[in-house]
């Protein structure tokens, strides 16, 4: 079975402060995924990566960035914290070739 | 930029009824995968379908996928508290990306026993 682990479940940051959320497979996935859930929006892309080192843009990367420097690992950085992105953060990871993604359990976090 | 619309957004039903929710794509899709999200979980792959007009069942739950490539519906038979979470469509453009999905806005199933 496809393991997709997420530092936290739940996280309380201050606006203003440097976040990091870190997302790690043990499959050997090529690709991982960040998104946001919010109610009502649905899942939206934040980043994602398809090899290490690389990234590109989903349809919401502003405030956010992102770091791959191992192929299992994903981090996903809020530089400065604001209370916009309170929300629940999902990691997913998706081999080569094949469509199907394998979700994380998820960080929720609320910005003060 | 491409849209993935789901219908309803909520549905509360009692136990035993059916269910049905549709995603829409405002362009054609290359294939649609379905997921479930139970409450406090994480979306869990379901089904992907990938011909025009194709139809998958698993057990009580039916999967169509429309002649045009631009909706789907996820049908549930008798409905059971089991069957509780959101449920979200997810599709790729057809001339996108081939590890990028687009998730619709999810369906929100309650089911009172």
């Known amino acids: 079975d496809v393991k997709v682990t997420q530092s936290s479940r739940y996280l309380v940051k201050r606006t203003g402060e440097k976040v990091f959320l870190e997302c790690v497979q043990d499959?050997?996935?090529?690709?991982m995924f960040w998104y946001r859930q919010d109610p009502g929006l649905g899942l939206r892309l934040i980043y994602f990566s398809y090899d290490v080192k690389m990234k590109e843009k989903g349809d919401i990367p502003e405030g956010y960035s992102v770091s791959r420097e191992k192929k299992e690992r994903f981090s996903l950085i809020l530089e400065s914290a604001s209370t916009n992105q309170t929300s629940m953060y999902l990691c997913a990871s998706q081999t080569s070739g094949r469509e199907t993604q394998y979700f994380g359990p998820g960080t929720r976090l609320l910005v003060l | 930029g491409q849209q993935v619309m789901q219908i309803p957004q909520y549905q509360h039903v009692q136990e035993g009824e059916d269910f049905t929710t549709y995603c829409n794509s405002s362009?054609?899709?290359?294939?649609i995968q379905w997921y479930k999200q139970r409450p406090g979980g994480h979306p869990v792959f379901l089904i992907q379908?990938?011909?025009?007009?194709e139809v998958k069942k698993q057990k009580r739950l039916t999967f169509q996928f429309g002649e045009a490539k631009k909706n789907s519906s996820l049908h549930i038979t008798a409905t059971q508290t089991t069957d509780v979470g959101t449920y979200f469509c997810a599709g790729r453009n057809r001339s996108g990306a081939t590890n990028k999905l687009i998730f619709g806005t999810g369906t929100l199933l309650a089911v009172q026993p």
């Open positions: 379908l990938v011909k025009s007009g």
């Open positions: 362009t054609t899709l290359s294939n």
């Open positions: 499959m050997d996935h090529e690709n």
